[in-house]
């Protein structure tokens, strides 16, 4: 259904599915071929109704080339540990960008922080956001876990605190407070924050005096005041 459902619903050129069991596998190609004979390729007006492709394929998603993927869901829900330690060695070889959809946290991320050796090339594997309680077709309130490839932020060279501007320095606090993927920009309006930290700074502060923020909405403001002026 997921993969009808992306096909039907979405934009997405190809959308496919990989089933080890082969009731269920036949069960999809059948519904698929009912969707053909019907002649519908999509529900999305304008949407072109050529060049875009579904399909099932009956066999191990661990065995199987899926290298040009750039988004994955996973019914992970009753995966063993052993099969998603193996299916994060593959998801991990994957291009930058790609996303992965799980019911289930890789094991890694199991139980509280990550524990992964730093050069471990699973690092690439980054929790993006966790999605709490979503309603399934089995009942409500299971979370789906997005995980993105992203080689550069695993892999980033130590971070020189001592030889950054100060914007730098800030955003990079933000980052780490937040979290993988994060920046001020969830908590806030970047654009309204500059333009009252350069309204702050036009004031020209001198040393001792004392600037107090009402309605802090991250510190991010105080911060910069903190090193840009005299304060």
Same mark, same amino acid.
């Given at each position: 259904?997921?993969? =009808? ?7 997405? *050129?190809?959308? !496919? ?6 009731? @269920?596998? &036949? ?14 390729? !999509?529900? =999305?007006?304008?949407?072109?109704? !050529? ?7 009956? $066999?191990? %998603? ?16 009753? %995966?063993? &540990? ?6 994060? $060695?593959?998801?991990?070889?994957? @291009? ?8 289930? &946290? %890789?094991? %890694?991320?199991?139980?509280?922080? @990550?524990?992964?050796? &730093?050069?471990? +090339? ?5 929790? *993006?956001? !966790?999605?709490?309680? =979503?309603?399934?077709?089995?009942? +409500?309130?299971? +979370? ?18 001592? *030889?950054?501007?100060?914007?730098? =320095? ?20 970047? $654009? ?40």
């Amino acid at each position: 259904r997921m993969v =009808l459902q992306v096909y039907l619903a979405t934009p997405a *050129r190809r959308a !496919t599915g990989v089933e080890v069991a082969e009731p @269920r596998y &036949k069960l999809a190609a059948r519904a698929l071929k009912v969707l053909e004979a019907a002649e519908v390729s !999509t529900l =999305l007006p304008g949407m072109p109704g !050529t060049g875009r492709e579904a399909r099932f394929v009956n $066999e191990d %998603f661990k065995s199987m080339n899926i290298s040009d993927a750039t988004a994955i869901y996973m019914a992970s829900l009753f %995966f063993p &540990k052993e099969v998603m330690g193996l299916l994060a $060695e593959k998801l991990s070889r994957l @291009r930058d960008g790609t996303r992965i959809a799980t019911l289930v &946290k %890789f094991p %890694f991320d199991v139980y509280g922080a @990550r524990r992964l050796p &730093k050069d471990s +090339p699973l690092q690439a594997l980054r929790l *993006r956001q !966790t999605l709490p309680n =979503l309603t399934m077709s089995w009942g +409500p309130g299971n +979370p789906v876990y997005v995980y993105e490839v992203d080689r550069a932020e695993a892999f980033a060279p130590p971070f020189d605190f001592a *030889r950054v501007a100060v914007p730098e =320095l800030v955003e990079e606090v933000y980052r780490r407070a937040i979290g993988s993927g994060g920046s001020r920009s969830q908590l806030e309006v970047p $654009e309204l924050s500059d333009a009252l930290l350069r309204a702050v700074q036009s004031l020209q502060l001198g040393s001792g005096e004392e600037v107090c923020e009402i309605g802090t909405s991250s510190g991010w403001l105080p911060m910069r005041i903190a090193f840009d002026t005299g304060a």
